[in-house]
């Protein structure tokens, strides 16, 4: 079946400093790819999706660049603010096993970030 | 309606008791997810609804949990004779069909069993 594995938290970073944090999946066909953010006290959100490999989404200062070749979608953000702490989630969407148009999001475990001023 | 929308925000049960869960998903969108969100872990996947299509009740885990979808739209989720490890966030979301379609999530319902 589908997956996601996505870092395991909690990642924490100063304010300024470089992020990665790590996705890969296993899916049949090609699946879209999603990063969802979770701020604290809030309801899940879509931050950036790719539909296609080599496909770079963009958002507040948030990059991830869907590699087909290494089943992967890091998110990455050259510099990060205090407000970025939240919990980000990776996502992919493929056709289900009755194949048609059952399609079905699964999402990784979710990781922690917390930026210090 | 504009977005998703679940209630109650907030359901404190005695242990044993039934608890409905509703969620109202956007118009339109055919498919619907409820997931469950415990303190400190990620997204647990319980069920999917899509269209008229038998839904996937994998994730649900155990016989005291149930979900419905009446009229392709509103869901309710329905836990029986809650435990305390039922306590948790529940999560309803919902997309279009198409597989680029991003799925749109509820505020949530915090369910607490005391």
């Known amino acids: 079946g589908d997956s996601v594995t996505q870092m395991e938290g909690p990642v924490t970073l100063s304010e300024e400093a470089f992020l990665t944090i790590n996705c890969t999946y296993t899916?049949?066909?090609?699946?879209?790819l999603f990063w969802y953010v979770q701020y604290p006290g809030e309801g899940l959100q879509l931050l950036l999706k790719a539909t296609k490999a080599d496909d770079k989404g963009s958002n507040k200062g948030f990059e991830a660049t869907y590699r087909k070749e290494t089943t992967s979608f890091h998110l990455e953000k050259g510099s990060v603010q205090v407000s970025d702490s939240a919990v980000y989630f990776c996502?992919?969407?493929?056709?289900?096993?009755?194949?048609?148009?059952?399609?079905?999001?699964?999402f990784g475990k979710g990781t922690l970030l917390t930026v210090n001023p | 309606g504009a977005g998703v929308s679940q209630s109650p925000s907030n359901k404190v049960t005695e242990k044993g008791k039934d608890v409905e869960l509703r969620c109202d998903p956007i118009?339109?969108?055919?498919?619907l997810y409820w997931y469950r969100q415990s303190l400190g872990q990620g997204l647990e996947f319980l069920i999917y609804?899509?269209?008229?299509?038998?839904?996937?009740k994998s994730g649900l885990p155990s016989d005291r949990f149930s979900a419905e979808r009446t009229g392709g739209s509103v869901s309710t989720l329905t836990i029986q004779r809650t435990q305390q490890e039922d306590s948790a966030v529940y999560l309803c979301?919902?997309?279009?069909?198409?597989?680029?379609?991003?799925?749109?999530f509820g505020q949530g319902t915090r369910l607490t069993v005391v």
């Open positions: 118009s339109g969108h055919t498919a």
């Open positions: 996502a992919l969407s493929a056709k289900g096993e009755s194949g048609g148009s059952n399609y079905k999001l699964t």
């Open positions: 899916a049949t066909g090609y699946p879209s």
């Open positions: 979301a919902s997309s279009r069909v198409w597989t680029f379609s991003e799925a749109f």
């Open positions: 609804f899509q269209g008229n299509s038998a839904p996937d």
